[in-house]
T-cell receptor
């Protein structure tokens, strides 16, 4: 059975802090790992990672994948209150996309 | 606008009632799926389809039926609603099964309450 584990499950930080969110996985027929941000509605796409060691960046967010150790991290630098959300990690096998439980991030002013 | 369209956005059912959640995409995506999201549980896969006429069960299929008669539509049926099915439901699609060159596209969700 495919499994995706995210940690921590929740996190409270102050504006300006840097945070690291973790995602480990056990998936047969691994194709890619995806990160999503979810506020009040549907998840919105952040990154897709397929190769180890190649960092993807978008503004203050970055992510990297380690296919040998089966994990990924999502970093957010200089956090802002608008970063408050649930961050979901998902791993794509051949025919399914399996999600972790998410990390709920709260950034206080 | 292109994308995944889910209807309705909100629904209240009485225990034992039936209903169908609609999902349609106009991107010619091969792969479509239904998830439910409960607090602290992430998204859990209910059913998925890798093409018209083909469906399969996900992690939590009990109490739900699906069909895929066309590429565009993937309705989710609750035959006899139960309070345990109170949840937010998301439909998602992607271009090609097994080739996640594009991310999954999500509908806006249906908030279902069963009383």
């Amino acid at each position: 059975e495919d499994k995706v584990v995210q940690s921590p499950l929740s996190l409270v930080v102050h504006e300006g802090d840097t945070v690291t969110l973790n995602c480990s996985y056990e998936v047969t027929n691994f194709r890619s790992l995806l990160w999503y941000k979810q506020e009040k509605k549907a998840p919105t796409f952040l990154f897709m990672l397929t190769s180890s060691g190649i960092e993807k960046k978008s503004g203050r967010l970055s992510s990297i994948l380690d296919k040998k150790e089966l994990f990924s991290i999502l970093n957010i630098t200089a956090t802002q209150t608008g970063d408050s959300a649930i961050y979901l990690c998902a791993v794509a096998g051949y025919s399914t996309l399996t999600f972790g439980k998410g990390t709920m991030l709260l950034v206080s002013p | 606008n292109a994308g995944v369209t889910q209807t309705p956005k909100f629904q209240v059912l009485k225990t034992g009632q039936s209903m169908t959640l609609q999902c349609a995409q106009d991107m010619n995506h091969e792969y479509m799926s239904w998830y439910r999201q409960d607090p602290g549980m992430g998204l859990r896969l209910i059913h998925y389809s890798v093409g018209a006429g083909i469906t399969d069960q996900g992690e939590v299929p009990n109490g739900y039926n699906v069909s895929r008669s066309t590429t565009e539509d993937f309705p989710l049926r609750l035959l006899s609603a139960a309070p345990s099915q109170t949840s937010v439901y998301f439909c998602a699609s992607s271009f090609r099964t097994g080739d996640w060159g594009t991310e999954a596209f999500f509908g806006q969700g249906t908030r279902l309450t069963v009383v």
